[in-house]
């Protein structure tokens, strides 16, 4: 086959790959080789040859006479295809310190290390001292893409460098990102749908005066996925308008140590039975702040968080909405090894399910 007909091909595969990749063509999708040829101008010749390779790959399934359809065993099928990935690198605003202290990194990268083929390689790129969210340490990209076959970003949220990695012909995995018009791949965790789970969740149980404490609605807050976890909240509040009227929120920014000054007025005023917070940390501060004033958690008032970036057994008042970080880590090298397999498909968007599990606090308000 001449060199310009193999590049038809390659176009093809491409095409169908990104397709598949980007979840357009669900398992057990006919493929119409009409409309295959349409959407890439290729030859008769050209989109045969590239259902057949693709065939060959397990990604699709030909029947004779009947057919040409997406695999029904897709994802066993999409691992038998992706490369290998041995070399990842780490960028993150992060310090080394703080990298090695935060729960949900540790269990993000040991999902990340479990991925990896051996013999292996993970390279960190951390700020040498604390720095804000946006902010992350320069990148030689040569350097990296010498050492490294692609980057997955972690709390590394400047749009603008993270571009001129992937101009620069690096590969690049973004978790959590949360802007548009980006050039690189993003894997997103239904942050909404957390803050809407553990909402719904004490409103099953019958609360029905559910506060939000933490960070109010904010146009300019430095982490949306909190602003995601409240509108999750403000959803559940609005479904439910005949269990609880209107919300009820102590805005207090990320700063859980504004709790001791703001939270008793609060709690006088509203009387909450219950209360979602947008993290571990300041689901622990309210507990030890409800301690101080006399209150019993889960007997006087109940506290869920809507991140579970750690371990249920860690305190056991508390119930929460579980991330599986691990799995998070997991799926950041997936989606690393669909862009080396595929360099010209468009950047994916992935967005992860969370799980609500309730414990501890998960009990009706008290008579």
Known sequence: MALRSLEHVQQVKDHLRARIFRGELAEGTRIAETEVRHETQASVRAVKQALRDL?????????????????????????????????????????????????????????????????CLLTTLTNARSTAVDDVPAVDVQAVKRSSQGLIALEANHDAILNDLVRGGLPVVAVDFWRQGHQFDVLH?????????????????????????????????????????????????????????????????????????????????????????????????????????????????????????WSLGQFERLSAVRVDYEQVGRAAVRLLASRLACSAMPPIRQVLPVEFVGRGTSRPPAS
């Not at 994802?75 to 935060?102: E, F, N, W």
């Not at 099953?204 to 949306?224: K, T």
């Not at 602003?227 to 269990?243: C, N």
Request: charged share 20%; net charge neutral; proline share 5%.
């Open 55 to 119: 065939a060959r790959e397990g990604l699709l399934r030909r029947t004779r006479h009947i057919g040409t359809f997406v695999s029904g065993d897709l994802p066993a099928a999409v691992c038998a295809v992706l490369p290998r990935v041995h070399s990842v690198a780490i960028l993150t605003s992060y310090t080394q310190a703080h990298l090695a202290g935060a729960l949900f990194a540790a269990l993000m990268l040991q999902g990340i290390r479990d991925s990896l083929k051996p013999p």
């Open 189 to 309: 965790l239904d942050h909404e749908q957390a803050g809407y789970l553990a909402t719904t969740h004490l409103m099953s149980l019958g609360h029905r005066r559910i506060a939000w404490v933490g960070e109010g609605v904010s146009r300019q807050s430095s982490d949306p996925s909190w602003q995601e976890r409240l509108a999750g909240y403000l959803r559940a509040i609005a479904e439910g308008a005949g269990a609880q009227p209107q919300p009820l929120i102590l805005d207090v920014g990320r700063a859980d140590r504004y709790l001791a000054r703001e939270w008793p007025a609060f709690y006088e005023r509203f009387k909450p039975t219950a209360c979602l917070t947008a993290s571990f940390g300041f689901a622990n501060a309210l507990v030890a702040e409800l301690d101080r004033s006399g209150l019993r958690c889960p007997e006087d008032l109940s506290i869920a968080c809507a991140e579970g970036g």
